[in-house]
């Protein structure tokens, strides 16, 4: 059963920085895609950005020229730097892994608090 688990949220002041990571593990295989989502409270879940194994990414349009999405296959890790960040990036992110073999699997993570406030 893949597992994935993320780390380096946190509080920081507007403008400030964070990096999510997550690492992907439980499978022999490499995610095809790999992102990020995230969800305000009161909010429906929504796309941050992804990458494909051939490093070819896709970002929100709230978020372009902010944040850099970058992954490493040999680990199968994703990682997310956020710069500039506003207080309309609050929310919890979660990281996402889709698989594809016979079949289509996606996976999420637990969630991680991303806070940007004064």
């Known amino acids: 059963q893949v597992q994935l688990v993320e780390s380096g949220g946190g509080l920081v002041q507007p403008g400030g920085s964070l990096r999510l990571s997550c690492a992907a593990s439980?499978?022999?295989?490499?995610?095809?895609?790999m992102g990020w989502y995230r969800q305000a409270p009161g909010k429906q879940r929504e796309l941050v950005a992804t990458?494909?194994?051939?490093?070819?990414?896709n970002y929100a349009d709230s978020v372009k020229g902010r944040f850099t999405i970058s992954r490493d296959n040999a680990k199968n890790t994703v990682d997310l730097q956020m710069n500039n960040l506003k207080p309309e990036d609050t929310a919890v992110y979660y990281c996402?892994?889709?698989?594809?073999?016979?079949?289509?699997?996606?996976?999420w993570g637990q969630g991680t608090q991303v806070t940007v406030s004064s």
């Open positions: 996402n892994a889709i698989y594809f073999s016979v079949s289509r699997t996606t996976y």
């Open positions: 439980g499978s022999n295989r490499s995610p095809y895609v």
């Open positions: 990458i494909i194994s051939g490093s070819n990414t």
